[in-house]
């Protein structure tokens, strides 16, 4: 993948997310760290976009950076940080930070988006690093509170729209669908998922993604 295909996606999911904030403006559920509202969602999304740029800029300026050592930790303090905070603030945060990830990516070259010895802490290379936190990591995430809510139609929208990207990032593996590290309540996942596949009885894309989770 090159730089500008890279800014490309990026591009696209700015425009997700801005759809994805304009579907639930409306909703009226009081956010838990242990059940996200659809706020907490974009607020997780951006911690982690400014976290991989930050990461990104201090390797091509040869800086120190420090990792994130406990996960959960930093999801909760992220959660903590955000909670109170309007959704259009957020959505102007998110915004800007993706454009400045954006700029980040010039740092490098094509030639550099294949290496796989740069300290992301992840073996593959360099574009599937930037790839995984501008498009997978928060796509995924949308379409988890699209199951959640039950928004089938949009989930499915969704899916077919970045499909082509999720499967080149995973080399054409299927596991890319999995939400084992997104489920809230286990019980109410299978549930909705199992609606999902019976009302898409004929989508290959479904299929697999009933596949990869059941």
């Not at 801005?18 to 907490?40: C, P, Q």
Request: charged fraction near 30%; charge should be negative; glycine fraction near 2%.
């Amino acid at each position: 993948m090159t730089i500008k295909e890279i800014q490309t996606e990026i591009d696209k999911t700015k425009t997700d997310i801005g759809n994805f904030i304009e579907l639930y403006k409306t909703e009226h559920t009081a956010g838990r760290y242990e059940n996200w509202n659809s706020k907490d969602v974009v607020a997780h999304i951006l911690e982690w976009i400014i976290f991989s740029k930050n990461k990104l800029q201090a390797i091509a300026y040869n800086r120190q950076f420090e990792e994130v050592c406990d996960i959960d930790a930093f999801n909760r303090q992220a959660w903590i940080k955000n909670k109170d905070k309007h959704i259009g603030e957020l959505k102007e945060s998110i915004m800007f930070e993706l454009d400045e990830y954006s700029k980040t990516v010039l740092l490098y070259s094509d030639c550099d988006l294949q290496k796989k010895d740069l300290p992301t802490g992840f073996s593959f290379e360099l574009w599937r690093y930037m790839i995984m936190d501008t498009v997978t990591h928060p796509v995924l995430h949308m379409l988890y509170y699209m199951l959640k809510t039950k928004n089938y139609e949009r989930f499915v929208l969704l899916c077919e729209k970045r499909h082509k990207t999720f499967y080149r990032y995973s080399n054409g593996s299927p596991d890319v669908y999995s939400f084992c590290d997104y489920i809230e309540d286990k019980t109410q996942f299978s549930q909705n998922i199992q609606t999902l596949a019976s009302i898409y009885t004929n989508n290959d894309m479904i299929d697999i993604i009933l596949k990869v989770n059941s």
